[in-house]
């Protein structure tokens, strides 16, 4: 049987670890509509996704680059959406 381990964690911390969490994902956010934006802007939505496809080909082959690229999918899927609705 698993033992549980807990962690403590001073309230003010805690409040400060979900600041910096929500303010990453909104620059995250806004980054990506950036991208999405100057892509689309310059006609390079198709060539964007094409080297996205490229890149999740190689990752299958290699445990390695399938670690960093472990979310492509949802790369993919995001992007693909992106370009489809706009």
Request: hydrophobic content about 35%; overall charge negative.
């Amino acid at each position: 049987m698993e033992k549980e381990h807990y962690i403590k964690i001073k309230q003010d911390e805690l409040i400060k670890f979900k600041e910096l969490f929500f303010n990453f994902q909104y620059e995250s956010e806004r980054l990506e509509n950036v991208l999405c934006g100057f892509l689309n802007d310059h006609n390079l939505g198709t060539l964007f996704l094409n080297w996205l496809m490229q890149q999740k080909k190689q990752s299958e082959s290699d445990d390695m680059i399938n670690e960093v690229y472990g979310d492509i999918d949802e790369l993919i899927t995001r992007f693909n959406y992106y370009f489809l609705n706009n």
